[in-house]
């Protein structure tokens, strides 16, 4: 039986947590900031897998809420195709860098920085027009995602 040849799965996590979200600083290419995150490993469920990943980059607690969307636009990780399912949820414990990430720290919208990894700037933005409107993004084949 031949394998098929799939896109890779990832979580990512936008972690609340005080007055903003978390974003981790990576340590490896690509290099920038983002959320945090990871690869679903085999057998593992995509809750667990995010709670996992938000444990070991930030050291935080999450409690998992909702589901923001799902992103797998085939060129937003240069890495090769990557299908990412965005968790929202709430950090708890003392935020501090760990695993792959060199930095955490929190961020609003108004403070973002200039290097965000992948598509996470478009993920964010969604995220806060999430938090002030209640829309979703909506699917569309004609917008690249």
Same mark, same amino acid.
């Given at each position: ?12 996590? !936008? ?9 981790? #600083? ?14 679903? =490993?085999?057998? #593992? ?5 995010? !709670?996992?990943?938000?444990?070991? #980059? ?21 890495? *090769? ?8 949820? #709430? ?7 760990? =695993?792959?990430?060199? *930095? ?18 478009? !993920? ?6 999430? !938090? ?14």
């Amino acid at each position: 039986m031949v394998k098929p040849v799939t896109p890779l799965v990832a979580v990512d996590i !936008i972690i609340e947590y005080g007055d903003g979200i978390v974003l981790i #600083e990576r340590k490896n290419e690509p290099f920038g900031w983002a959320l945090p995150g990871g690869f679903v =490993d085999v057998g #593992e469920s995509l809750e667990r897998a995010a !709670i996992r990943e938000a444990l070991e #980059e930030t050291s935080l607690h999450v409690e998992l809420r909702e589901l923001l969307y799902v992103y797998g636009k085939p060129g937003r990780d240069r890495r *090769g195709h990557t299908v990412s399912i965005i968790y929202i949820g #709430e950090g708890r414990g003392h935020l501090r860098a760990a =695993d792959d990430a060199k *930095g955490a720290r929190v961020f609003g919208y108004e403070t973002l920085p200039d290097s965000l990894a992948f598509d996470h700037r478009e !993920i964010i933005a969604d995220y806060f027009t999430f !938090i002030q409107t209640g829309e979703r993004p909506v699917p569309n084949a004609n917008t690249p995602r």
